[in-house]
């Protein structure tokens, strides 16, 4: 269905209101790797508004856009004599020119491809240097959580850790409300035990039910996957590998994919088999006994049985009109 999908809005002519260059969806956890399979990436900004104190009144202050977390990247001003493009650009700094389209989007709306950019014109472009340190950043968040044991208190996760239990309770109050040093923890509750000092972030999650809290939330991400424009009249696929793909995703669903098979064969017609010849019986001589005749059937012997009652009882119906009855008795 996804790909039937994705064939139609590919194929779909683009018009003024509906020119679409993406398309989005969030997935959780265990579904990344089919999406991914089928041409998406995972991805997304995190937007962070910073809390006022409860001497400002409490709340959250509007977001600024200088607090807006994005994915690293460098400024790039065009020079030269010729104008550059956006898609030469990108080649000159090995990146995907949609990467730097989508980064620039905010800034240059109206901007494609083949656009001719003015002399020292601001341009923002992936940092490839960056994807090291953005790995070393996930993997120290390894150590970040710990899932607590029945009855187990913040008090005594600060003494496992050797962390203070007033910073620990203090980080995470705001997802675990009312925590106090000596609260009971149920089994499996996940703590916080290191990084106090790092920016608070709360995963997207799919909200099946509208009391729902984050802990019982399944975290779901953003894909993306950039549509390639192609005529109706032109049936080939763009990425040659995804029906393999989508083959290998098949061939692991328990329930398998039934193809319709050919169908048989009509049946020849049955040959028709020869009328017998007609048999020939000779005629009996007068000196010949009797033929027995046939059993009488049921009916027949019903009927005689009740019919002269029935006549006494009905005089003045006639014949037809006894066998009616009779049959109504039958």
């Known amino acids: 269905l996804l790909a039937l999908m994705l064939d139609f809005l590919e194929t779909l002519p683009p018009t003024p209101r509906h020119n679409y260059d993406f398309v989005l969806l969030q997935a959780t956890d265990n579904s990344v790797g089919f999406y991914e399979a089928m041409g998406f990436r995972r991805v997304g900004a995190v937007q962070g508004a910073p809390e006022k104190g409860a001497e400002d009144g409490g709340g959250k202050a509007p977001p600024d856009d200088r607090e807006i977390a994005t994915s690293p990247h460098i400024t790039y001003r065009t020079q030269g004599a010729r104008y550059e493009t956006p898609k030469g650009v990108a080649t000159s700094h090995e990146v995907d020119v949609n990467d730097l389209l989508f980064l620039n989007k905010p800034l240059y709306p109206g901007m494609q491809q083949s656009s001719r950019l003015r002399k020292n014109t601001a341009l923002n472009i992936p940092d490839k240097s960056a994807l090291p340190r953005l790995q070393e950043r996930e993997e120290d968040k390894e150590g970040m959580w710990y899932r607590s044991d029945e009855d187990e208190t913040p008090k005594d996760i600060s003494l496992k850790f050797n962390v203070d239990v007033k910073e620990l309770v ?34 997207y999650v799919h909200w099946a039910f509208p009391d729902d809290d984050l802990e019982s939330s399944v975290p779901s991400y953003m894909m993306a996957r950039r549509l390639n424009r192609r005529t109706r009249g032109n049936p080939e696929t763009p990425n040659p590998n995804l029906d393999e793909k989508i083959a290998g995703i098949l061939a692991k669903i328990v329930c398998p994919v039934v193809k319709s098979a050919d169908k048989p064969p009509p049946p020849s017609p049955a040959k028709k088999k020869p009328r017998p010849l007609p048999t020939i019986v000779e005629p009996l ?25 029935v006549m006494e009882e009905n005089p003045d119906l006639g014949f037809g009109d006894i066998g009616k009855l009779l049959g109504r008795k039958w």
């Open 170 to 203: 203090a980080a995470n109050k705001r997802r675990l409300k009312g925590l106090l040093p000596h609260s009971k923890l149920q089994h499996d509750t996940k703590v916080q035990v290191s990084r106090f000092d790092d920016p608070h972030y709360v995963p």
């Open 285 to 309: 001589s007068d000196d010949a006994p009797a033929q027995p005749k046939k059993p009488a059937n049921a009916f027949i012997l019903f009927s005689g049985s009740i019919r002269e009652r």
